[in-house]
């Protein structure tokens, strides 16, 4: 039998107007972990559905042969006969339904049969469902509502699932790009027990660092054409030859160039302290202070549930927390931000980490999205100027570089780069003289990125204050001029960037909480 347990021949994928994939070669080894790069659009995603009969044979030209022989499916059920599964980056978990019922829906465990039909045995199921979760690593009560569940475990549910249908090839859309570095690295070690299980994998993941750790082989997609196959284990392919194969163009900064320019303190938050809506004795934030000032970017670091986003949200009209106290002071003034109108008033805008359920309409058009948060900037007693309306969203959609034919265009359509452009675009449009950015580079591939980067200077340049949340230290590095720490809810160091290594900032962010604070 060939070493070869898939190859991919000539796929050609047309959609109106577009060419996603055009005469891509794909081969995968057996036994081994295949990972699929790419900016987006570049096509990883669609090659996939082709390949997992989410696109059925018929819609796309070329050949599939799984396991030595030709494959021609014609829907999901049809691959995973074959040991083909597919776990795509928007998890497919019904929440109301257990851990159990969830891993054998549509493939349940009968007892026996009667004039109704089959009878599930909750036992069986019950009973096998636990050993899967043994194997996954997931030690949860498989009665348990997927609803109680982290995104990780989820992930892993989603895993036990495929192994509960036989895999021989699982695919896996950016599985870790929702988690922690904690559940990344459980997850990754997962593949990996896996592979030496003798199980296939190919992974698309934007996070190199990942691809480069747990990767066999790498192929780069460009613009919907396979560029060319990697040996992940040469000495020769880093981070720098994957992101060259992926944007056609050498990166030599990750980051564009800038001279700050800082001016006056805008923003100051003083002994800032939240509560927890569910434990309204435990403080999520506990007495930070820091400082703002324009033209400046200001970096937020920490581990998960260090208090970041809770610190963002509170400030930004007691989006979240009960029992908030302490004091936001604008040019030297208190200042009301009890409400989101509050803040948006003050000048203050907050671009959250969940783009998809919090920052954006998905169902709406771009131009839509763009003016939600400053209609009254294009109304007249009342009603909304469409034709302002448009007018504003088309000089974003230009000035931004937002990828899409017109402005009328579904948001919910875009690349993930592209989204986050539209939830600036709004922001900015505000006109505010603070913005607080809550991971805005999450799952986007490199070349959108720099994007982005250059957005974030080009606002700062204009005197913008930013206050920049990431988990990628990288990223503070290469962006901020200071970067203050969190850990158990406060601040534990305030670090210029003359100063800053991943090091220093690492051991900031893992103070413990009685310690006393740096600066």
């Known amino acids: 039998m060939t070493d070869d347990i898939l190859r991919m021949q000539g796929i050609t994928k047309r959609f109106p107007g577009v060419n996603a994939l055009t005469g891509v070669d794909l081969t995968v080894r057996r036994g081994e972990i295949h990972a699929i790069c790419g900016e987006n659009g570049a096509g990883k995603s669609t090659l996939m559905k082709v390949l997992s009969g989410v696109y059925p044979h018929g819609s796309y030209d070329g050949e599939i042969f799984f396991d030595g022989e030709p494959c021609r499916f014609s829907g999901i059920r049809d691959s995973e006969e074959r040991g083909i599964v597919i776990i795509h980056q928007e998890l497919a978990l019904c929440p109301q339904l257990s851990i159990a019922e969830n891993i054998f829906l549509g493939n349940e465990r009968a007892r026996r049969r009667g004039l109704l039909g089959g009878f599930i045995d909750w036992n069986h199921t019950n009973h096998e469902a636990a050993q899967l979760l ?32 036989k895999v021989k090839l699982l695919i896996l859309d950016e599985p870790t790009a929702a988690l922690n570095d904690e559940d990344s690295a459980h997850l990754l070690d997962l593949v990996r027990g896996l592979r030496d299980d003798g199980i296939t994998s190919v992974i698309i993941s934007h996070k190199l660092n990942e691809v480069l750790a747990i990767a066999d082989s790498i192929s780069i997609l460009r613009d919907g054409r396979m560029i060319e196959t990697l040996d992940a284990k040469a000495d020769d392919v880093t981070e720098d030859r994957i992101i060259t194969g992926m944007v056609g163009r050498d990166l030599e900064h990750r980051y564009p160039p800038r001279e700050p320019r800082i001016g006056a303190e805008v923003l100051r938050i003083e002994d800032w302290t939240v509560h927890s809506p569910s434990q309204h004795d435990r403080k999520v934030v506990d007495g930070a ?231």
């Open 134 to 165: 043994e194997r996954v690593g997931l030690p949860e009560n498989p009665v348990t509502p997927i609803a109680d569940l982290g995104v990780g475990k989820q992930q892993l549910v989603e895993i036990a699932k495929a192994l509960s249908k």
């Open 289 to 519: 202070s820091l400082t703002l000032r324009r033209g400046e970017i200001v970096g937020l670091a920490g581990l998960m549930g260090a208090g970041r986003t809770e610190l963002a949200m509170s400030v930004f009209g007691r989006s979240y927390g009960v029992g908030t106290s302490g004091r936001v002071l604008k040019d030297g003034r208190p200042i009301d931000v009890h409400t989101v109108q509050d803040a948006i008033r003050h000048g203050i805008a907050y671009a959250t980490e969940d783009r998809k359920r919090y920052g954006l309409n998905l169902i709406e058009d771009i131009k839509r999205n763009i003016s939600a948060a400053g209609l009254s900037r294009l109304a007249t007693r009342g009603w909304v100027d469409g034709n302002e309306e448009y007018r504003v969203a088309d000089e974003f959609r230009a000035s931004l570089n937002i990828k899409a034919p017109d402005v009328g265009a579904v948001t919910g359509k875009l690349s993930g780069g592209n989204q986050q452009k539209v939830v600036l675009s709004k922001w900015i449009f505000t006109d505010p003289d603070v913005l607080i950015l809550d991971e805005p580079t999450r799952g986007i591939d490199v070349g959108a990125k720099y994007e982005i980067y250059s957005i974030i200077n080009r606002l700062a340049g204009e005197g913008k204050a930013i206050l920049l949340i990431s988990s990628e230290l990288p990223e503070l590095l290469g962006m901020c001029d200071r970067i203050y720490t969190m850990s158990a809810g406060r601040i534990t160091g305030e670090v210029p960037r003359a100063e800053a290594t991943q090091e220093r900032l690492m051991y900031l962010m893992t103070k413990d909480k009685e310690q006393e604070k740096v600066r």
